[in-house]
T-cell receptor
Framework: AQTVTQSQPEMSVQEAETVTLSCTYDTSESDYYLFWYKQPPSRQMILVIRQEAYKQQNATENRFSVNFQKAAKSFSLKISDSQLGDAAMYFCAYRIDANAGGTSYGKLTFGQGTILTVHP | EAQVTQNPRYLITVTGKKLTVTCSQNMNHEYMSWYRQDPGLGLRQIYYSMNVEVTDKGDVPEGYKVSRKEKRNFPLILESPSPNQTSLYFC??????????????FGPGTRLTVL
């Protein structure tokens, strides 16, 4: 079974600084997707960034970037120029798609989450 | 507006009293699923559905039922709730097809407390 591990239950950062959240996963597959989700106090799940395993280039979305190390099965999230609005729970997630009856589907497997606090 | 809606948002109930949490999406998505979120465990999939009348168990299906009679609706049924089902529940939907851009859209969550 695939597992996703976030070893940092809590992290903190000063406003305008950079912080990196860690994520490792276990899989025997070669083709899969990785995601980071943000969950603010409103509890809404917000997609932050995505990465296809077949792509060697690390994904970036504005202040958010990932360090994807496929051989090490590592997928860390870097937040640059941290803002107060970045404070939230962050989840790493893995997805592998299977095909059945011509339809491709796959569940998200989530890590335990990391609570990020941003200090002014 | 494209969205996934859940009702109720908050529910306090007692052990053994049947309840249903509704989920509806307006994006014509084939794939829908239910997750529960517990501290230290992240989100875990309860059930999923690939399309109308096609459902299957996720990782933690015990104590839950689902149905998919219409494409847009995917209710979660707890026929005899127990305190260990106290949790935050999310419904999610997405297009089928193997692409990272077929992302999951999540509902706002339902906070359930079983006394």
């Amino acid at each position: 079974a695939q597992t996703v591990t976030q070893s940092q239950p809590e992290m903190s950062v000063q406003e305008a600084e950079t912080v990196t959240l860690s994520c490792t996963y276990d899989t025997s597959e070669s083709d899969y997707y990785l995601f980071w989700y943000k969950q603010p106090p409103s509890r809404q799940m917000i997609l932050v960034i995505r990465q296809e395993a077949y792509k060697q280039q690390n994904a970036t979305e504005n202040r958010f970037s990932v360090n994807f190390q496929k051989a090490a099965k590592s997928f860390s999230l870097k937040i640059s120029d941290s803002q107060l609005g970045d404070a939230a729970m962050y989840f790493c997630a893995y997805r592998i798609d299977a095909n059945a009856g011509g339809t491709s589907y796959g569940k998200l497997t989530f890590g335990q989450g990391t609570i990020l606090t941003v200090h002014p | 507006e494209a969205q996934v809606t859940q009702n109720p948002r908050y529910l306090i109930t007692v052990t053994g009293k049947k309840l249903t949490v509704t989920c509806s999406q307006n994006m014509n998505h084939e794939y829908m699923s239910w997750y529960r979120q517990d501290p230290g465990l992240g989100l875990r999939q309860i059930y999923y559905s690939m399309n109308v009348e096609v459902t299957d168990k996720g990782d933690v299906p015990e104590g839950y039922k689902v149905s998919r009679k219409e494409k847009r609706n995917f209710p979660l049924i707890l026929e005899s709730p127990s305190p260990n089902q106290t949790s935050l529940y999310f419904c999610a939907s997405r297009l089928s097809g193997s692409s990272s851009y077929n992302e999951q859209f999540f509902g706002p969550g339902t906070r359930l407390t079983v006394l």
